[in-house]
């Protein structure tokens, strides 16, 4: 059992920056696609950002791409969430994700594992 914990949210002015990460507990950590997912209050989960396991290939929603940037330190079995130019709309809680294949995938379904998740709050 893969165990993913997430820190780094908080609450941010609009335009401000925070960094989210996910530690995971896996040995095989290199191994494994991940991503993050968001949830606002009174919406579903959606897609944010994924990356492969080596983190040369990357995907983004289109409401973050250009403000996000994700990436991975396999050495420390680490994922990153870089959140820049923040907007109202980006509070949400934010979910870490790993799939036990090597390649990402934008659907929930796909996804094997996630954290408990870390609030994030964007003030206007």
């Known amino acids: 059992q893969v165990q993913l914990v997430e820190s780094g949210g908080g609450l941010v002015q609009a335009g401000g920056s925070l960094r989210l990460s996910c530690v995971a507990s896996?040995?095989?950590?290199?191994?494994?696609?991940m991503g993050w997912f968001r949830q606002a209050p009174g919406k579903g989960r959606e897609f944010v950002a994924t990356?492969?396991?080596?983190?040369?290939?990357?995907l983004y929603a289109d409401s973050v791409k250009g403000r996000f940037t994700i990436s991975r330190d396999n050495a420390k079995n680490t994922m990153y969430l870089q959140m820049a130019n923040l907007k109202s709309e980006d509070t949400a809680v934010y979910y870490c994700?790993?799939?036990?294949?090597?390649?990402?995938?934008?659907?929930?379904?796909?996804?094997?594992?996630w954290g408990q998740g870390t609030q994030v709050t964007v003030s206007s």
């Open positions: 990356i492969n396991w080596t983190g040369d290939s990357t």
């Open positions: 994700v790993a799939r036990r294949r090597r390649f990402w995938s934008t659907l929930q379904s796909d996804y094997d594992y």
């Open positions: 896996a040995r095989t950590f290199s191994n494994y696609a």
